[in-house]
């Protein structure tokens, strides 16, 4: 699946689109924020094999030729999606790239409206105009807004956000993250990165504290019928 913009292509090619200075939030904030939806969350596909390699880069569907994700970087993409679900955090849109290690994350991590697309596909061995392109609909797609009250995922590869956004995403670990909150025509602007870990972590977190919520919660309907108790009194 190829996404055309030819209008804005010409821009796009020369940065205008650059990402705005990270805002800081608290990972509690954050969850919040997400929760209520209008974020594209990119995603670096999970743990895969380092001694296994791309050979075949001009067939895409020849996944035997491609590096794969690990025992463990499967159980990674199940977590992950896992931890949405726990977090409530609405996913919308979902884009893989055609490398089966993305489209293997999007599938365990449970996101079944998963299409792959070759505009987020790594660009190996592509010619550098087809990688100015790719990198330029990246930016359009981290520039437009979720359909409402959901969140854009985008599961790709580091060179594409680096090529896209800049340099400073040469060192996005597998299964990281990195939020971005689409501006339009302004560009975006990059909320957090989100280590591997911290998903889990937060939904850990978030499961110790619901049930002093539930507790709040019931002590205010005890309370409630009291007071409806005495009125009838």
């Known amino acids: ?44 596909h999970p743990q895969t094999d380092p001694n296994q390699a791309d050979t075949d880069t001009l067939h895409l569907n020849n996944w035997r030729a491609q590096r794969q994700l690990t025992p463990q970087g499967r159980a ?44 987020i596909t790594e660009p190996e061995n592509v010619p550098p105009k087809e990688a100015q392109r790719r990198a330029a609909v990246l930016r359009t797609l981290l ?10 995922v985008l599961i790709s590869h580091r060179p594409n956000l680096q090529d896209a956004a800049g340099k400073e995403f040469g060192d996005l670990a597998e299964r990281e993250a990195a939020i971005f909150q689409p ?13 591997p870990t911290n998903w889990t972590e937060w939904t850990k977190t978030s499961a110790k504290q619901r049930p002093h919520a539930t507790n709040r919660a019931g002590r ?4 409630c019928r009291l007071y409806s108790c005495l009125a009838i009194l």
């Open 1 to 44: 699946m190829r996404f055309r913009f030819p209008l804005l292509l010409p821009f796009l090619l020369y940065g205008v689109c650059s990402a705005h200075a990270s805002t800081t939030l608290s990972h509690a904030e954050l969850i919040q924020a997400l929760q209520q939806g209008g974020y594209v969350i990119f995603i670096r």
């Open 76 to 119: 990674q993409a199940t977590a992950l999606g896992n931890a949405f679900r726990a977090l409530h955090i609405p996913v919308g849109m979902v884009l893989t790239s055609r490398f089966k290690r993305a489209m293997d994350a999007a599938k365990l991590a449970g996101f079944r409206q998963a299409r792959a697309s070759l505009d």
């Open 143 to 152: 520039s437009t807004a979720p359909a409402a009250h959901t969140n854009t």
């Open 183 to 195: 501006l339009g025509k302004e560009g975006y602007k990059l909320v957090a990165r989100v280590a």
């Open 220 to 223: 205010r309907q005890a309370i």
